[in-house]
């Protein structure tokens, strides 16, 4: 079935949700949410998206979009009078004497655009997508000046879910289309501030050099004004005609001929193809706006999904608690003489410090798994330990819901290990400080253990000396 379509505004909600409750965790007022969310259909994407309507705040976060377009309407129009201020300037800055070098000016005026166009065009060709470094560039900027516009509770992720949009195919189209309009405003600007000096003002228009013969600058300009010329823009040049605005010749009844010349320059080595390359990467962006869908593959979205499908039960605003799978028996330890592994996964954005400490423990540290790659090298490492893992020491926060999809992850990295599985849960303080019920949340961590046939408990009770080393010495021992 087709997703839905959706908005760059509903794609920024989605994925700012997201993002929040990957950090924080959900909270308890989502259930209404998540009964609006199975009303919504079928459709994930129309069921999250319901979701994050649906949640608290929702309102701000909208008013914070609408700012966030407002800015990107100011940058366009601001880029817009920049390059028609550089193009005044630039033109004002040529024709402040009377004598005017053809070559400077077209050198200036459309030399420098063309410079930039080609350089647009390798990166285009290079790296076989499309530019980049405007996104990122945009990305700072507002990640700068953002958190003191935006209001909602949702405004860091809303800059950060900004920031991934700026870097898909529809941000970088749009960027590339911010910089051909202040290109091509640049070139209007200088060509009408030209006319305006021509209309009022007598120029000398010739052309001389220094090091290059004749010849061969009568060559290069007349290669200038062949598409000039296909344009109809002035009337046909030959060598004769072109040799005679050499600096130092009469040229009468020419100037008025060099100056729709230079004037003809600036339209078609400047403002056309901008103009051409702003319609292209418009309606690229457009197109490319209408087919943005959510990465459903988000640790997130797949924590969420099995609480709102339409054929499943509520669950507690906690999460489910238990997999849907069944129970697997107790890991036994591996060998004595392997070694303890330490991975993280299910870590909050600001945990404490990788690789949280283990008083009386010493454990080889395999890292965090952040991603299905990640996940996927994890499972390769701790099978080609040798000699096998005693034990899977797992890292996680007490400020994540556990779910079917952790469960799932956790028997693949058991099953890689082969030893036992003994979760360990960080972040308490920080659940405190949010005011979520902690023995509630340690009870559900605990059965999902249990089902995947580990122990789980809190990482500075197990692994103090004191208080917890015999009881992880316990599970390190011998079968439950």
Same mark, same amino acid.
């Given at each position: 079935?087709?997703?839905?379509?959706?908005?760059?505004?509903?794609?920024?909600?989605?994925?700012?949700?997201?993002?929040? +409750?990957?950090?924080?965790?959900?909270?308890?007022?989502?259930?209404?949410?998540?009964?609006?969310?199975?009303?919504?259909?079928?459709?994930?994407?129309?069921?999250?998206?319901?979701?994050?309507?649906?949640?608290?705040?929702?309102?701000?976060?909208?008013?914070?979009?609408?700012?966030?377009?407002?800015?990107?309407?100011?940058?366009?129009?601001?880029?817009?009078?920049?390059?028609?201020?550089?193009?005044?300037?630039?033109?004002?800055?040529?024709?402040?004497?009377?004598?005017?070098?053809?070559?400077?000016?077209?050198?200036?005026?459309?030399?420098?655009?063309?410079?930039?166009?080609?350089?647009?065009?390798?990166?285009?060709?290079?790296?076989?997508?499309?530019?980049?470094?405007?996104?990122?560039?945009?990305?700072?900027?507002?990640?700068?000046?953002?958190?003191?516009?935006?209001?909602?509770?949702?405004?860091? +992720?809303?800059?950060?879910?900004?920031?991934?949009?700026?870097?898909?195919?529809?941000?970088?189209?749009?960027?590339?289309?911010?910089?051909?309009?202040?290109?091509?405003?640049?070139?209007?600007?200088?060509?009408?501030?030209?006319?305006?000096?021509?209309?009022?003002?007598?120029?000398?228009?010739?052309?001389?050099?220094?090091?290059?013969?004749?010849?061969?600058?009568?060559?290069?300009?007349?290669?200038?004004?062949?598409?000039?010329?296909?344009?109809?823009?002035?009337?046909?040049?030959?060598?004769?005609?072109?040799?005679?605005?050499? +600096?130092?010749?009469?040229?009468?009844?020419?100037?008025?001929?060099?100056?729709?010349?230079?004037?003809?320059?600036?339209?078609?080595?400047?403002?056309?193809?901008?103009?051409?390359?702003?319609?292209?990467?418009?309606?690229?962006?457009?197109?490319?706006?209408?087919?943005? +869908?959510?990465?459903?593959?988000?640790?997130?979205?797949?924590?969420?999904?099995?609480?709102?499908?339409?054929?499943?039960?509520?669950?507690?605003?906690?999460?489910?608690?238990?997999?849907?799978?069944?129970?697997?028996?107790?890991?036994?330890?591996?060998?004595?003489?392997?070694?303890?592994?330490?991975?993280?996964?299910?870590?909050?954005?600001?945990?404490?410090?990788?690789?949280?400490?283990?008083?009386?423990?010493?454990?080889?540290?395999?890292?965090?798994?952040?991603?299905?790659?990640?996940?996927?090298?994890?499972?390769?490492?701790?099978?080609?330990?040798?000699?096998?893992?005693?034990?899977?020491?797992?890292?996680?926060?007490?400020?994540?819901?556990?779910?079917?999809?952790?469960?799932?992850?956790?028997?693949?990295?058991?099953?890689?290990?082969?030893?036992?599985?003994?979760?360990?849960?960080?972040?308490?303080?920080?659940?405190?400080?949010?005011?979520?019920?902690?023995?509630?949340?340690?009870?559900?961590?605990?059965?999902?253990?249990?089902?995947?046939?580990?122990?789980?408990?809190?990482?500075?009770?197990?692994?103090?000396?004191?208080?917890?080393?015999?009881?992880?010495?316990?599970?390190?021992?011998?079968?439950?």
């Amino acid at each position: 079935m087709k997703s839905i379509r959706l908005t760059a505004d509903d794609w920024l909600l989605t994925e700012a949700t997201r993002l929040h +409750e990957e950090t924080a965790g959900r909270r308890k007022d989502d259930e209404a949410a998540n009964r609006v969310a199975i009303a919504a259909g079928p459709d994930s994407t129309a069921r999250l998206l319901a979701r994050a309507r649906a949640l608290p705040g929702a309102a701000k976060a909208g008013e914070d979009l609408a700012r966030l377009r407002r800015m990107l309407r100011y940058c366009l129009v601001s880029l817009v009078l920049l390059g028609a201020l550089g193009g005044l300037v630039a033109a004002r800055a040529i024709g402040s004497g009377r004598d005017i070098d053809f070559l400077l000016a077209s050198l200036t005026l459309a030399g420098l655009p063309g410079l930039m166009l080609a350089l647009w065009l390798f990166m285009l060709l290079a790296s076989r997508r499309i530019p980049g470094a405007g996104g990122r560039l945009a990305a700072v900027i507002t990640s700068r000046l953002g958190p003191r516009l935006l209001n909602s509770a949702l405004s860091a +992720e809303l800059l950060r879910a900004g920031s991934a949009l700026l870097r898909k195919p529809a941000g970088r189209w749009y960027m590339s289309s911010l910089s051909h309009a202040f290109w091509l405003a640049y070139g209007l600007g200088a060509w009408l501030t030209l006319v305006i000096l021509f209309s009022f003002a007598q120029y000398e228009i010739s052309w001389g050099t220094t090091l290059l013969s004749d010849a061969q600058m009568v060559a290069l300009i007349g290669t200038m004004a062949a598409p000039i010329q296909a344009l109809g823009l002035m009337p046909a040049l030959g060598p004769d005609w072109i040799a005679a605005g050499r +600096e130092g010749v009469a040229l009468d009844s020419m100037r008025a001929d060099w100056a729709r010349f230079l004037l003809g320059s600036v339209l078609v080595f400047t403002a056309a193809p901008r103009a051409v390359l702003l319609a292209v990467c418009a309606i690229l962006a457009r197109q490319a706006a209408a087919r943005l +869908e959510l990465d459903l593959k988000q640790a997130g979205y797949l924590r969420l999904l099995p609480l709102i499908r339409p054929s499943s039960e509520h669950s507690s605003p906690l999460g489910p608690s238990v997999p849907a799978s069944p129970d697997h028996p107790w890991r036994p330890p591996g060998p004595s003489a392997g070694p303890l592994v330490l991975v993280g996964i299910e870590l909050a954005d600001g945990s404490d410090r990788w690789p949280p400490e283990l008083p009386g423990l010493s454990a080889q540290d395999l890292g965090l798994v952040k991603d299905r790659s990640s996940m996927q090298a994890m499972a390769a490492a701790l099978q080609s330990l040798t000699p096998r893992p005693r034990a899977l020491l797992v890292a996680c926060s007490l400020e994540r819901t556990p779910d079917s999809g952790t469960a799932e992850r956790l028997q693949r990295l058991a099953d890689a290990g082969g030893g036992a599985l003994i979760v360990l849960l960080v972040d308490r303080e920080r659940l405190v400080e949010r005011g979520a019920e902690i023995e509630a949340r340690l009870a559900d961590w605990t059965e999902l253990a249990r089902r995947c046939g580990g122990r789980a408990g809190l990482i500075d009770e197990l692994s103090n000396p004191a208080d917890g080393a015999g009881k992880l010495a316990q599970w390190l021992a011998a079968p439950a």
